[in-house]
């Protein structure tokens, strides 16, 4: 007996109805990355080994994908190195590309190599898939896309606002409402650890901070102390704990705050610029606030952060994100090229889309019109008015063969057609079809000489 074929752990097959879906959400971010400026490119889905590994931390590089040469690739290992069974050593000798992670690095790459085809400032989007060799769990998988947008090669801030614009573009035209554009700036965090002292420990610091809608202030304190903060640090970080009022008055408060830090007010200041004009400008359905204890990507970061939250009502972790950074291609020795980029979580969207019922009622649609087959003469004239209806842009089809009629309308069901059409022997002689309303049940004729006037009634 065969086998029963499996999938690897953390991939997934896709329905016609989700890949429908997921089109639906790719078009519309597609569509308004095109509108802000953005020009689309693809890398290859593996690259050389040394472009990925390192790039990530340690725990990131365990995570990539390797990938093993073609060939007999153990023939260039010595018996030596076999037999200390050490894998980093024997994996550059067996390995020298892999899948990429991300398409952050590739792109760093791309602009590095590209850099005298490229006018910068340089707005490029990039839709594909990447792999990381993660544990499979709910909502995380080995394989899945990434939607980024990056603009490199400017500093100023307005691509930030243009980014928060991007946000509530794509998320308004997607009907969903409430969605909570949080901003912070890395240099804000940076200004608290210097103000109070603890500079060296900016990533304990903020990483406790980062926990506070989860454990709360007294234990974020905890933490704070456990991870080497003194007792005069922690009360300093005290006012952050119950900053409130509009984005503005915030601001002030951090302003009062920075203020012996040069750069901690240059982040406030930052933020400051961003929030009013965007005041000014307005948005649509998206809010934007300030979030003081937003800390994603602390070693990447140099600038804004963003991170965007799904709407109250719906349980679930950020559905999008990013932030500025200084020196995207400085990894590949191209120092100073600024960058700010976002991305969108396509896998989550989809979730809250579904959990909202938001997708369009007919997005499952993939068939309008199906003739029934009533025998070879009479499928010929079926696929005649088959071709005329696919002509004006209808989603139209023949049954291929002449089976019974009760399996070809339960055919039609399954695949949610709503107008069933009908030639049999007495139309051929009348030079007509009858339609038949699957929804409503009533039946209607019209001649072979008038199909237009059908495809006007479905408009």
Same mark, same amino acid.
Request: glycine residues 8%; negative net charge; contains cysteine.
């Given at each position: 007996?065969?086998?029963?074929?499996?999938?690897?752990?953390?991939?997934?097959?896709?329905?016609?109805?989700?890949?429908?879906?997921?089109?639906?959400?790719?078009?519309?971010?597609?569509?308004?990355?095109?509108?802000?400026?953005?020009?689309?490119?693809?890398?290859?889905?593996?690259?050389?080994?040394?472009?990925?590994?390192?790039?990530?931390?340690?725990?990131?590089?365990?995570?990539?994908?390797?990938?093993?040469?073609?060939?007999?690739?153990?023939?260039?290992?010595?018996?030596?190195?076999?037999?200390?069974?050490?894998?980093?050593?024997?994996?550059?000798?067996?390995?020298?590309?892999?899948?990429?992670?991300?398409?952050?690095?590739?792109?760093?790459?791309?602009?590095?190599?590209?850099?005298?085809?490229?006018?910068?400032?340089?707005?490029?989007?990039?839709?594909?898939?990447?792999?990381?060799?993660?544990?499979?769990?709910?909502?995380?998988?080995?394989?899945?896309?990434?939607?980024?947008?990056?603009?490199?090669?400017?500093?100023?801030?307005?691509?930030?606002?243009?980014?928060?614009?991007?946000?509530?573009?794509?998320?308004?035209?997607?009907?969903?409402?409430?969605?909570?554009?949080?901003?912070?700036?890395?240099?804000?965090?940076?200004?608290?650890?210097?103000?109070?002292?603890?500079?060296?420990?900016?990533?304990?610091?903020?990483?406790?901070?980062?926990?506070?809608?989860?454990? @709360?202030? +007294?234990?974020?304190?905890?933490?704070?102390? #456990?991870?080497? /903060?003194?007792? %005069? =640090? $922690?009360?300093?970080?005290?006012?952050?704990?119950?900053?409130?009022?509009?984005?503005?008055?915030?601001?002030?408060?951090?302003?009062?705050?920075?203020?012996?830090?040069?750069?901690?007010?240059?982040?406030?200041?930052?933020?400051?610029?961003?929030?009013?004009?965007?005041?000014?400008?307005?948005?649509?359905?998206?809010?934007?606030?300030?979030?003081?204890?937003?800390?994603?990507?602390?070693?990447?970061?140099?600038?804004?952060?963003?991170?965007?939250?799904?709407?109250?009502?719906?349980?679930?972790?950020?559905?999008?994100?990013?932030?500025?950074?200084?020196?995207?291609?400085?990894?590949?020795?191209?120092?100073?090229?600024?960058?700010?980029?976002?991305?969108? @979580?396509? +896998?989550?969207?989809?979730?809250?889309?579904? #959990?909202?019922? /938001?997708?369009? %009622? =007919? $997005?499952?649609?993939?068939?309008?019109?199906?003739?029934?087959?009533?025998?070879?003469?009479?499928?010929?004239?079926?696929?005649?008015?088959?071709?005329?209806?696919?002509?004006?842009?209808?989603?139209?089809?023949?049954?291929?063969?002449?089976?019974?009629?009760?399996?070809?309308?339960?055919?039609?069901?399954?695949?949610?057609?709503?107008?069933v059409v009908l030639i049999g022997e007495q139309e051929l002689e009348?030079?007509?079809?009858?339609?038949?309303?699957?929804?409503?049940?009533?039946?209607?004729?019209?001649?072979?000489?008038?199909?237009?006037?059908?495809?006007?009634?479905?408009?």
């Amino acid at each position: 007996m065969a086998k029963k074929p499996s999938i690897p752990k953390g991939t997934r097959d896709f329905t016609p109805s989700e890949v429908i879906k997921r089109n639906y959400i790719f078009d519309i971010v597609k569509k308004h990355f095109q509108t802000f400026g953005f020009q689309p490119i693809e890398t290859p889905s593996f690259e050389n080994s040394d472009t990925l590994m390192g790039k990530y931390g340690d725990e990131g590089d365990r995570l990539i994908f390797k990938i093993l040469n073609s060939g007999d690739y153990l023939s260039k290992v010595d018996e030596a190195l076999y037999s200390s069974k050490d894998s980093n050593s024997l994996t550059s000798k067996i390995s020298e590309k892999a899948l990429r992670y991300d398409l952050t690095v590739p792109f760093a790459r791309y602009v590095v190599m590209h850099q005298n085809e490229i006018d910068f400032p340089f707005k490029r989007y990039q839709i594909q898939p990447v792999w990381r060799a993660d544990r499979p769990q709910k909502g995380r998988f080995r394989e899945f896309y990434q939607c980024d947008a990056d603009v490199v090669g400017s500093d100023s801030l307005l691509q930030e606002i243009e980014f928060v614009q991007l946000y509530d573009a794509v998320f308004t035209d997607l009907k969903l409402d409430g969605v909570n554009i949080k901003m912070n700036n890395r240099k804000i965090l940076s200004g608290i650890a210097e103000v109070i002292g603890a500079q060296d420990l900016l990533i304990d610091f903020t990483v406790a901070l980062d926990k506070l809608d989860k454990i @709360g202030e +007294d234990g974020v304190k905890k933490e704070m102390a #456990e991870r080497g /903060l003194t007792a %005069e =640090a $922690i009360a300093k970080v005290e006012p952050l704990f119950s900053l409130s009022g509009s984005n503005l008055e915030q601001l002030e408060s951090l302003k009062e705050l920075l203020k012996d830090s040069e750069t901690g007010s240059k982040g406030v200041e930052e933020l400051t610029f961003i929030v009013r004009t965007i005041q000014e400008m307005g948005l649509q359905s998206a809010k934007l606030s300030i979030d003081v204890t937003l800390a994603r990507g602390l070693n990447y970061y140099t600038g804004a952060i963003f991170e965007v939250g799904a709407p109250e009502e719906v349980k679930m972790g950020s559905i999008g994100g990013g932030g500025r950074y200084d020196d995207l291609t400085g990894i590949f020795g191209l120092k100073n090229v600024s960058g700010v980029g976002i991305s969108f @979580g396509l +896998d989550r969207i989809y979730l809250v889309l579904e #959990e909202l019922n /938001l997708f369009p %009622e =007919a $997005i499952d649609q993939s068939l309008q019109v199906l003739c029934v087959n009533f025998g070879e003469k009479e499928s010929i004239a079926a696929l005649k008015l088959v071709n005329e209806l696919r002509k004006a842009g209808i989603k139209a089809d023949v049954y291929p063969s002449s089976t019974k009629m009760q399996k070809q309308m339960k055919y039609a069901n399954n695949r949610n057609v709503s107008y069933v059409v009908l030639i049999g022997e007495q139309e051929l002689e009348s030079n007509s079809f009858v339609v038949k309303n699957m929804t409503e049940g009533s039946q209607k004729e019209y001649s072979l000489h008038t199909v237009a006037d059908f495809v006007a009634s479905l408009s």
